[in-house]
């Protein structure tokens, strides 16, 4: 089976005598038959290929139960602002709810949650932000009776462009819930001035073993020389999304550091060829970012990890995704808070900065706690060097790694997650990720 779906990628491999500049999947698909008239369906079934097949986001759209969208607003209580049903911005097919804020109070509706084990469900939903170039910061915060706490999902992210993008929910923190025993969640803005919809938000059962997953941005020399060494004390191996274009500037990772730290276990992403923000880079420019930098990694013998992306700054669009989709079939933003393992979106996956000892140890603790829907985690870090206020310290990711050490907590490399996702959601998809 996973063979067999491995082929079907493994047909629109790249070529290697093709240059960049020529390949977009629709010349691909129409010079089909001129550079590739055999069919290859045999060959190197587990060779992760350049180009992939099929949307990774269309093969996640179902996960977990639609709980609510934009159909009926009986249930929706407002508690400031104003909020109507929307036709015109649909989410694949369905209506949305549009959020309005007054000035004063911005906007915060409370919607019912019957019917889920809160000690075991996520949430996952589409947002559509009409108000680009500002930083966003909604809430989702759901009040848990059976866990005794009010479940905090708030994120924090920039918005390039209008677009829907799907997020996965992750708790960011929790407090004690006062005497009720109703589950509801509270979605809130505090700012004016947005115009935002919201559709297809979905449960999402969270019931697998809690996993750990360290990432290292920007391939930088302290990882190997500082980081590195701390990790091996403890064995813990993590992912290094890579600069690819800057392999061995000063400052960067080399190829023989890459190749020693491979063998010992970890693995290495793309973080983009020259680390522009992407999102406001023209289309062209985008994919050229995209393409070469994971072109880089599979020439260097990096397969494992090459079909995965973080965007640099965190920098992202709709059309930055729709590209991204050609090649990556995970890719992570710079959004705040633990995550569960069932993701609905794989090319906006959010993951929590380490560089705050205390919060790593926090977040640490909440995803051990079996009353919380949490059963991942990523911490990612940039450079450990001294003095380095505010990012983390050699000391500070010492303390937090001997932390997870003594909690006996399970740790990957981020591409097991990716791998988990797509076998455990569809045999009988046609898109494959690197399936080793
Ligand atoms: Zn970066």
Known sequence: MAASTACLSGCLGDAPSQSSSQKTPSQETKN????DPEPTVETEPESPTLFLDGDPREELWDVGDQWRDGTSLDEWDVLSGSIERSTKHQYRDFPSVRLTATDDDGVAV??????????????????????????????????????????????RYKIDEPGWIRYDLGINDISNL???????????????????????????????????????????????????????????????????????????????????MQDAGWEFASHTQSHQRTGELSLDEQRAELEN?????????????????????????????????????????????????????????????????????ELIDILLDDQIP???????????????????????????MAYIDDQGVTCRVTSELRDDLFRSESSSSSHTATDN
């Open 32 to 35: 089909e038959t001129d550079t």
């Open 110 to 155: 409370r919607v019912p949650i019957d019917g889920y084990d809160l000690t075991q469900t996520s949430f996952s939903l589409a947002m559509y932000i009409d108000t680009p170039g500002t930083h966003y910061s909604p809430s989702f915060d759901v009040n848990a009776p059976e866990c005794g706490q009010t479940l905090e999902f708030r994120t």
């Open 178 to 260: 006062d005497s009720t025993t109703e589950s509801y969640m509270t979605i809130s803005w505090g700012g004016n001035d947005i115009d935002w919809y919201i559709s297809d938000l979905r449960a999402v059962p969270v019931n697998q073993d809690p996993c750990l997953f360290i990432q290292f941005d920007d391939s930088l020399r302290s990882t190997y020389d500082t980081a590195f060494p701390i990790m091996r004390q403890y064995d813990i191996p993590a992912t290094v999304y890579t600069v690819t274009g800057r392999i061995g500037n000063t400052g960067s990772l080399t190829l023989d550091q890459m190749n020693e």
């Open 293 to 361: 930098s994971k072109r880089w990694l599979l020439d260097h013998g990096f397969e494992q990890a090459a079909s995965m992306l973080a965007y640099p700054f965190g920098s992202f669009t709709t059309e930055t995704m729709d590209i991204a989709a050609d090649y990556y079939d995970f890719a992570t933003s710079e959004q705040r808070g633990a995550i569960n393992r069932r993701i609905s979106s794989p090319l906006s996956v959010n993951r929590h900065p380490g560089d705050n000892v205390k919060r790593s140890l």
């Open 374 to 400: 949490t059963d991942t985690l990523v911490l990612c870090y940039h450079d450990v060097i001294e003095d380095n206020d505010p990012s983390v310290d050699p000391d500070g990711l010492r303390e937090t």
